[in-house]
């Protein structure tokens, strides 16, 4: 069983997408790994694992009570580059020109709220910057890491996943994360200089394709992910 605390929210009253689309990823275990989320994932009720053991390196589903699937992860790979890491001028600037300052759809957002305090959620920002990409810097703070400062696999994708989001431009249309593609290669430390970054890829429809990373400062790749996210209607959604 497990339970997603109301603290790690993306929309108000629904899990923020990186975060459970990484427990999805830490439940499969190893490599890519791609998660697909079908529903908006219910806060503070109990969920179960449900593990199909008939398909090349399994699937591993997250349940309801009544069965239904919330989301689902299976081994993955990448079809585009790594976004290149920002210069820290750049991230900088692209921090002071983060839009969700003056506009968010989901500004108590676990990764990217404005309404969050410090150590109450990641408050990562990522404004544009040349390239047609955003990007920001961030340090994750000591509330989330690990007896050694390490941040855990779904705390990692939450940070890898709204950077995608802004760089499709939450301002223009509000989105939610319909499926991620990522891999760590290192856990990000509490107190680390990090630069994350984000670009869009292609518009098809109410689909947006893009990518992002995680870098530090000294230029080292934590981790990536590619992303779709879906348009989607707020009076309508949840």
Not at 3 to 26: C, E, K, M
Request: proline letters at 8%; a negative charge.
């Amino acid at each position: 069983m497990v339970t997603i605390p109301a603290r790690f929210n993306g929309p108000d009253h629904s899990g923020n997408g990186g975060y459970v689309a990484g427990l999805l990823a830490a439940e499969l275990g190893g490599g890519p790994v791609t998660s697909t989320l079908r529903t908006p994932p219910p806060l503070d009720v109990a969920l179960s694992w449900e593990h199909d053991t008939h398909h090349d390196g399994g699937i591993v589903r997250l349940l309801t009570a009544g069965g239904a699937v919330v989301g689902s992860a299976e081994p993955g790979s990448f079809v585009r580059d790594v976004p290149a890491a920002p210069t820290p001028d750049e991230a900088v600037a692209g921090l002071a020109a983060y839009p969700g300052f003056a506009h968010h759809p989901f500004d108590r957002c676990f990764t990217c709220g404005t309404a969050r305090g410090e150590g109450d959620g990641l408050r990562l920002f990522t404004g544009p910057v040349a390239g047609g990409r955003v990007a920001g810097t961030w340090t994750p703070h000591a509330a989330f890491g690990g007896t050694d400062g390490a941040l855990d696999v779904p705390t990692t994708w939450a940070a890898l996943d709204c950077p995608g989001g802004w760089a499709a431009d939450f301002t223009q249309q509000t989105m939610v994360l319909g499926r991620m593609t990522a891999e760590v290669a290192r856990p990000p430390r509490t107190g680390e200089a990090l630069l994350p970054v984000g670009e869009l890829s292609v518009r098809d429809g109410r689909k947006f394709m893009t990518s992002t990373a995680l870098w530090t400062a000294g230029g080292e790749l934590l981790g990536r992910s590619e992303q779709v996210w879906i348009e989607v209607d707020l009076g309508t959604f949840g």
